[in-house]
């Protein structure tokens, strides 16, 4: 057999192991590196040094390139960091970004069947990286086969984002004919997906529908302060502000001097139903002052107060005042400056984080 690849140069002492590819060709390798770098391999030596011929030790890994084998092993050998000299690690760190772009999904499938969990984890983040619509379907066939969760996500949001051009590819039309399964588990994973967009979608919105509530809460509390102080939230433009202050002052002038409410009760008029609303929710949300000396300046607020414990509310009603309150205090949250010890503490974990997965 051929020698495409000889590793003798990296041990001193000589090889022991011959490890053959699928087209037959052989590789020298080291019984003591295979077996310390994966649990299958030193099995596969263990069962062929029992054999008839204990002499010859073959491990044949199949299924994959030369190439591929040939750099499979070179990353057995190298470890999961290059050592050496700076210059030495660059150019071994060089390699093997070359190796990973190059036999990125054979060397997946090794690392996942020969147990290497360091190269498994790179070979996937090399692969996701890589990632391209017309290759999109053959790697999710990859991922789910291999157990890699990183590359099936990357997969889906790629078929998300272009479906189309995923759909001309080779491997939509292979699998449409031999594999339905796959295509259906990728049309649900993007039916799913659709269906949390719109509801993530939905809860923004009322997310800022209640933020709203909650800064005109606030606003009510600045119109009829004697001293004009109130916070709003921080996001908000001086524009929207100064309009919904605009349009709340004219509510509550409408709402004190509306002209039927000598003849017809407020409940009648559009306008003072709104500002009613807008008051009992001010009065459900208002904070007690009257301890500290400082009773709410608002109309009505400890009338309707004292009405509401008196007559009760709905659930409804409450969960809304829930949320709204809710609201005030993520809005003050995040308004907030975040210290820098957290921020150095963010930094450090994020560096680890993306420097465990490369």
């Known amino acids: 057999m051929a020698s495409c690849a ?41 069962d062929a040094r029992r054999g008839w011929d204990a002499g010859c030790t073959v491990v044949r890994v199949l299924g994959a390139p030369s190439d591929a084998v040939a750099a499979f092993l070179r990353f057995l050998y190298r470890g999961p960091g290059a050592g050496g000299t700076p ?5 071994e760190e060089e390699w093997a970004e070359g190796a990973v772009g190059a036999h990125g999904a054979a060397l997946l499938a090794l690392a996942h069947a020969y147990r290497v969990p360091w190269l498994k984890r790179r070979a996937e983040a090399g692969a996701a990286a890589r990632l391209t619509a017309e290759r999109a379907v053959d790697a999710l066939k990859l991922a789910a086969l291999c157990d890699a969760p990183r590359l099936y996500l990357a997969c889906a949001r790629l078929a998300g984002k ?15 004919r031999h594999d339905a399964a796959l295509l259906g588990e990728l049309l ?18 009322s997310q800022h529908v209640y933020r709203q509530l909650s800064d005109a809460m606030a606003l009510l509390d600045r119109i009829f302060a004697a001293d004009g102080a109130g916070e709003v939230r921080a996001e908000a433009s001086p524009c929207e502000v100064d309009g919904v202050r605009r349009g709340l002052e004219q509510l509550m002038r409408h ?29 459900s949300v208002c904070e007690d ?24 509310v709905d659930k409804t009603w409450k969960l809304l005042v829930k949320k709204v309150t809710r609201a005030r205090v993520m809005s003050a949250l995040a308004s907030r400056e975040v210290p820098e ?4 503490s963010w930094a450090k974990y ?9």
């Open 6 to 46: 000889d590793f003798a140069a990296l041990r001193a002492s000589p090889s022991d192991v011959r490890v053959v590819a699928s087209d037959g060709s052989s590789i020298a390798a080291h019984s003591s590196v295979l077996a310390a770098a994966s649990p299958v391999l030193e099995q596969m030596i263990l």
């Open 350 to 358: 994020s560096s680890r984080r993306a420097a465990r997965f490369r």
């Open 289 to 312: 002052r009257a301890g500290a000396g400082e009773p709410c300046r608002v109309p009505l607020c400890s009338n309707l107060k004292a009405k509401m414990q008196e007559e009760g």
């Open 162 to 176: 272009d479906l189309a051009t995923v759909e001309r590819s080779e491997g939509w039309r292979f699998a449409a």
């Open 87 to 91: 210059a030495a690690a660059e150019e």
């Open 188 to 205: 649900q994973l993007l039916h799913d997906a659709d269906q949390r967009k719109k509801r993530w979608e939905r809860e923004r919105a």
């Open 341 to 344: 010890v957290v921020k150095k």
């Open 255 to 283: 709402f004190a001097a509306c002209g039927g409410r000598a003849r017809k009760p407020a409940a009648a008029c559009p306008r003072c139903r709104r500002a009613l609303q807008l008051l009992r929710l001010h009065a």
